[in-house]
């Protein structure tokens, strides 16, 4: 049973445009949701996070949506560049433990 | 900043050969982890370790078994390698339930 799952599998922008990816998780204990990004040859880094008691958090040209009733969230990036290809995963965990359970992530092209 | 650094970046082995993947981080994280990572399945946790001498399992801990006897250092194990043990290994650490700091990744192969 996969219990975070993205979409789409893959996904290609123009430079300049909105690119938006979507999670839905099934577990409504989880309570901490990050997204990583992953270049290749590179280990996944820590993008940006959200907490169940917040709709929306921004940094910079990235934005999570969270959507509790609908146990969904989501990442856009604003004014996409090619250096935001990467391949990026979402994440949930819950309780006091920091053991995330990973979406199986989408690789994003920002052609030039 | 965090460094996570883990022993090799590429790895090949024979079928059958026990298997050492070490990683060692830099910021005294009580928390620890291995994953493993293969196209369209994301990653997977094999074993975490929140402190030294204490491991849980993960996902997918068949075939692997780890090692945590100082603070530091998290070491995976095959004890025989087989060929569908060919994967990206990831080791990550944490502080207490926070963000996860990963290393490079070794990239082993069975033969």
């Known amino acids: 049973q996969q219990q975070v799952k993205q979409s789409p599998q893959s996904l290609i922008v123009q430079k300049g445009g909105i690119s938006i990816i979507n999670c839905a998780y099934e577990?409504?204990?989880?309570?901490?949701f990050p997204w990583y990004q992953q270049f290749p040859g590179k280990g996944p880094a820590l993008l940006i996070a959200i907490r169940p008691d917040v709709s929306e958090k921004k940094e910079g040209r990235f934005t999570i949506s969270f959507n509790k009733s609908a146990k969904q969230f989501s990442l856009h990036i604003m004014d996409s560049q090619p250096g935001d290809s990467a391949t990026y995963f979402c994440?949930?965990?819950?309780?006091?433990?920091?053991?995330?359970?990973f979406g199986k992530g989408i690789t994003l092209s920002v052609r030039p | 900043d965090v460094k996570v650094t883990q022993s090799s970046r590429y790895l090949v082995k024979r079928t059958g050969e026990k298997v050492f993947l070490e990683c060692v981080q830099d910021m005294d994280h009580e928390n620890m982890f291995w994953y493993r990572q293969d196209p369209g399945l994301g990653l997977r946790l094999i074993y975490f370790s929140y402190d030294v001498k204490m491991k849980e399992k993960g996902d997918i801990p068949e075939g692997y078994s780890v090692s945590r006897e100082k603070k530091e250092r998290f070491s995976l194990i095959l004890e025989s390698a087989s060929t569908n043990q060919t994967s990206m290994y990831l080791c990550?650490?944490?502080?207490?339930?926070?963000?996860?700091?990963f290393g490079p990744g070794t990239r082993l192969t069975v033969t």
């Open positions: 994440a949930a965990s819950s309780g006091a433990n920091s053991k995330l359970t």
């Open positions: 577990n409504t204990a989880f309570d901490y």
């Open positions: 990550a650490s944490s502080l207490r339930g926070i963000e996860q700091y």
